[in-house]
């Protein structure tokens, strides 16, 4: 069992996969998204397993992949936005350098559109996008090593901001 090297959380539009794979890239470490092992697990997009099966059970399949990949993935490691909502996941993250990514309204709005297939922001996405952050923001400071904010940052700026946080060295420079 390996450790994640870097787990990267915050809400839709915070950068967790661009930046997560300019640190991979940087550091010579894979990859690695919950997100996408969820949809691979279940053969379709996040968005059909919340209609097609609801949201109870993308939270299980969301547990499940977040508990994997904790312990055995020695990369960097970025998270769904709503992974912290589990106690369990928490727990899971809690001996890991965990960073959140903590993005703006305005900045998220022009990362994602807050109208791409998101299924939880798909009734008045600006609204439930505060509802969600105002939720889970004690949850992401809960789990989180070190918060990085992502405001007028480039991907590559936020990725040194979470090395200089988490006092690694990119090898590259």
């Known amino acids: 069992m390996t450790a994640p090297a870097i787990v990267l959380v915050g809400p839709p539009g915070s950068g967790k996969s661009t930046v997560g794979r300019v640190l991979a890239e940087r550091l010579g470490l894979p990859f690695r998204d919950t997100d996408a092992d969820i949809e691979r697990t279940a053969g379709k997009p996040i968005p059909e397993i919340f209609i097609d099966e609801g949201e109870p059970h993308f939270r299980q399949l969301e547990r499940d992949a977040v508990r994997a990949a904790a312990a055995d993935h020695p990369g960097v490691l970025a998270l769904g936005g709503g992974a912290v909502l589990a106690e369990e996941s928490r727990a899971v993250l809690a001996p890991l350098p965990v960073v959140f990514l903590e993005v ?70």
């Open 104 to 173: 703006a309204l305005a900045d998220a709005v022009k990362r994602v559109g807050l109208d791409a297939p998101r299924p939880l922001l798909a009734v008045n996405p600006r609204a439930r996008w505060r509802e969600l952050m105002e939720a889970r923001r004690p949850l992401y400071l809960e789990v989180a090593t070190a918060v990085v904010d992502t405001q007028d940052r480039t991907p590559e700026q936020v990725a040194d901001a979470v090395l200089e946080a988490l006092e690694l060295k990119d090898p590259h420079v």
